[in-house]
């Protein structure tokens, strides 16, 4: 079965829909994801959210950031099915049960892969949606879907993430593992 990387965007904000409560009635926007048997990055708008469904089905690890917070939870009423059957990886996740907290995409890509996002905020892509800049929209969440995968492969290869101290900005080297076969428990 595939292995896919994924980010979803979103039409509106917690403030338009209520606050964080009704997480459920945030909408998609777009969708990035990477298939590992494909070997190529995929786009989904939100007349092509099926298909993202369609690719879900045929997928043995859905390997997301923050994506058991947000992600599945805004998805969930797209789908006939459970998405929450499917094996999930979330770095965020993991990276809190190894460090004790939590830390943004951007901080850890740029400390560990030398590059970052395209935009400091996700509000960003739900003003590209609203301007109808539909392809900075895609680009924006593809960047994501690579610093995801790209740490997802340096934590399989090195076995850590490096994270720069709150304080000093010293970087201190977290100790992360996991395989195919491991899945994490959820904090959620």
Do not use: W
């Not at 896919?4 to 509106?12: G, L, P, R, S, Y």
């Not at 945030?26 to 298909?51: C, H, M, N, P, T």
């Not at 998405?83 to 993991?94: G, K, N, T, W, Y």
């Amino acid at each position: 079965m595939d292995k896919v990387v994924f980010d979803i965007e979103t039409k509106n904000t917690f403030q338009d829909v209520g606050g964080h409560g009704n997480i459920d009635k945030l909408q998609v926007s777009f969708i990035g994801a990477y298939s590992y048997d494909r070997k190529k990055y995929l786009s989904f708008f939100e007349d092509e959210i099926e298909e993202f469904g369609k690719l879900l089905q045929d997928t043995g690890l859905l390997i997301g950031f923050a994506s058991n917070y947000f992600d599945i939870p805004v998805l969930e009423k797209y789908y006939q099915f459970n998405l929450r059957a499917i094996p999930r990886l979330d770095i965020l996740e993991e990276f809190e049960i190894a460090a004790g907290h939590r830390i943004s995409l951007d901080i850890l890509a740029r400390a560990n892969l030398n590059e970052g996002k395209t935009h400091n905020s996700g509000l960003e892509a739900i003003r590209l949606y609203r301007e109808k800049k539909l392809d900075e929209l895609k680009d924006y969440c593809l960047q994501d879907v690579k610093l995801t995968k790209d740490l997802y492969e340096l934590i399989k290869e090195r076995k850590y993430l490096f994270v720069p101290d709150r304080f000093t900005d010293e970087r201190i080297k977290v100790p992360m593992e996991f395989s195919n076969e491991y899945l994490p428990s959820t904090l959620f």
